[in-house]
């Protein structure tokens, strides 16, 4: 039988993918993976390096292998890059999966994820940014994301009790 992620966390950057996945995946007594760590093992670079040096659509094609390879046998909560629902493949390698969609507003994703270097997409105009991947992902998540949970202006444990609640329930 084929391992399954208890649950997989899709969402924008500063949803708090990484951060809720650590909490829900201790909670839940399973393994946290980071697909954006996987790739960074995998490629030995970080993933600003990747994105400079290799390029995006390297980086891309090196995150649609991890997400899928991940997504094959893992057993506990699984994390993807905010823009890993933009690949065709990620998203058809999804269906089977329970898909958490952290839904997130440009506003309080600009305000956690400040002006960090290590978001490459984020450079410069960093709320003009999200709010321009908002538009471009908000349906894709959407498509995904089988359980929907709103980050905005709620605590961690909030929304990992939240997604607990309706892992448990299905």
């Given amino acids: 039988m084929t391992q399954r992620p208890v649950a997989v966390l899709v969402g924008a950057p500063g949803a708090g993918k990484t951060t809720v996945g650590r909490e829900l995946a201790e909670r839940l007594g399973v393994e946290f993976i980071d697909v954006d760590s996987v790739i960074a093992q995998e490629s030995g670079k970080s993933i600003p390096d990747i994105f400079i040096e ?5 980086f891309r094609r090196l995150e649609r292998k991890a997400v899928i390879t991940t997504l094959g046998g893992a057993s506990g909560v699984v994390s993807l890059g905010g823009g890993a629902v933009m690949d065709p493949e990620v998203r058809a390698a999804l269906a089977d999966h329970r898909v958490v969609w952290l839904r997130v507003s440009a506003a309080q994703a600009a305000s956690r994820v400040g002006l960090t270097g290590a978001r490459p997409l984020l450079m410069g105009n960093v ?11 908000t349906a894709l998540y959407a498509e995904v994301g089988e359980i929907v949970v709103d980050t905005d202006g709620r605590s961690i444990d909030d929304v990992v009790a939240d ?3 309706s892992v448990e329930a299905v």
Avoid at 127 to 134: M, S, W
């Fill in 127 to 137: 709320r003009g940014t999200l709010i321009a991947l908002l538009e471009e992902r």
């Fill in 54 to 58: 290799d390029g995006e659509a390297e």
């Fill in 163 to 165: 997604i607990v609640a």
